[in-house]
């Protein structure tokens, strides 16, 4: 069950955390994996250890907010059976102290960039009318977080843009979902305790970790698993549905 043997699959984000646990989950289910980071050093790593576990990847540093370099990147690949759009940026900050640039980059990152490779995927699938394509959006785009104000409206546009796709295209053979991850425990995180909580980063992670009805927070791979069941044919009937992964922090808090 769920193989993508000689599938091609574009994962974003592949250089760190979560694109990166999928990319590796994904070529060791058979995939031929197609890496996009900005972050070259992050798709060394990852090809390396692709490659030492036998599985086939390419890689392609590419910023994902430039329409061009998608284009140019995909239209080299030519088949794309599953796109994983996992490239994102988070922010600290509500709608007063959030400056101009700061929203626009994140808009930038996991708005338009989403959109640049969607906008070059799909007709690429349409062509052999099939392909699955799977976003990540984030528990900050429904429930409301503190000071994740352009985080949140980033993620809400990513769950919008998950819906209008499955509806424009169920006729063409493509299937979009998206996910809603917690808080996973990413290199982000460790950055940012470190930025924000110098000498504190132990006692700081076990608080945010405690912040979830389950106690911790979601590992890479554990994310990986449900994007892996969802890009599978074993879920050929799953279409425009977004699916919380969140130790219960939507459904169980307090």
Sequence with gaps: MFTLENKNAVVTGAGSGIGRAVAVLFAAQGAIVYAVDLNEDGLKSIEAEVKENGGKIKTFACDVTKQKQVSE????????????????????????NTAEEDFDRVFNVNVKGVYNCLHEAIPIMKQRNHGVILNLASIAGS???????????????????????????????IRCNCISPARVHTPFVDGFLKKNYPGKEAEMFEKLSKSQPIGRMAKPPEIASLILFLCSDEASFITGSDYPIDGGSIKLHN
């Design 73 to 96: 990147i995909f239209a080299g690949i030519g088949v794309i059976d599953i796109l994983v759009n996992s490239a994102g940026i988070s922010h600290i900050g509500n709608a007063e």
């Design 143 to 173: 429930i409301g977080l503190s000071d994740r104000f352009a985080y949140s409206m980033s993620k809400g546009a990513v769950y919008s843009m998950t819906l209008s796709v499955a509806k424009d295209y169920i006729n063409n053979g």
